[in-house]
Each structure stands twice: as structure tokens, then as C-alpha cells.
């Protein structure tokens, strides 16, 4: 098992920045890929981004060049950096862990955070 705990959400004006934290336990962090998606209200969850266990990246193209995905294998954590936020950002972010390399489809993760709601005011 593997569990993983999220924090830095909250509420930003458009055009700032907030930096989400998820938290790894239970198992060698180094061996799972880590993925982000978001879940606004009345749409299915998406993707976000995600990094493998070479930290290689992958965004999507909504997010691409204003969020910057990093892992800390020292410290099992992995940060998703969000700049340029729009109000269009307004989500609930998961973290979620896999032991795969399809990294983009959620079905692939194993295990999945909580959550952290992070809201952009326009």
C-alpha cells in the first residue's frame, strides 16, 4: 500500500502561482510513477501532469509551460509548481502513484490521494 497526502491548495487570484505537495508513505517511493490530475465540478477527472521513476515529464497541453511537475525520492514528495493560474485551473488536484508507464490515463494509478481544492478567482 502507498499512501499519498496532498496540501498546498487554496484560493488565488488569475495570474498567480500556488505550489501543491503530496506526500508518498508505505512503500519505496523511487519505484512508482507519479501523476496530478483535477476533478472540477459536473467534469470527469483529468490529467494534469506526471513524472516517471527516470523523472521524465508530461503535461497536458492545457497546462503545458505554466505548471512544472518534480519529484523528491529524498523526501517521497512530489510538487506540481502552477503558474499563470487561470480561473479555468479551479479543480480538485489528486496525486496518484503507479507502478506502470501509461502515465497519462488515470485507470493506470494504483493509488490516489484525497485531494486539495485549489480555486482561481477572476
Known amino acids: 500500500q502507498v499512501q499519498l497526502v496532498e496540501s498546498g491548495g487554496g484560493l488565488v487570484q488569475a495570474g498567480g502561482s500556488l505550489r501543491l505537495s503530496c506526500a508518498a508513505s508505505g512503500r519505496t517511493f523511487s519505484n512508482y510513477a507519479m501523476g496530478w490530475f483535477r476533478q472540477a465540478p459536473g467534469k470527469e477527472r483529468e490529467f494534469v501532469a506526471a513524472?516517471?521513476?527516470?523523472?521524465?515529464?508530461f503535461y497536458a497541453d492545457s497546462v503545458k509551460g505554466r505548471f512544472t511537475i518534480s519529484r523528491d525520492n529524498a523526501k517521497n514528495t512530489v510538487n506540481l509548481q502552477m503558474n499563470s493560474l487561470k480561473p479555468e485551473d479551479t479543480a480538485v488536484y489528486y496525486c496518484?502513484?503507479?507502478?506502470?508507464?501509461?502515465?497519462?490515463?488515470?485507470?493506470?494509478?494504483?493509488?490516489w490521494g484525497q485531494g486539495t481544492q485549489v480555486t482561481v478567482s477572476s
Open positions: 513524472i516517471s521513476r527516470s523523472s521524465s515529464t
Open positions: 496518484a502513484a503507479q507502478r506502470g508507464t501509461y502515465y497519462q490515463g488515470m485507470y493506470q494509478y494504483d493509488y
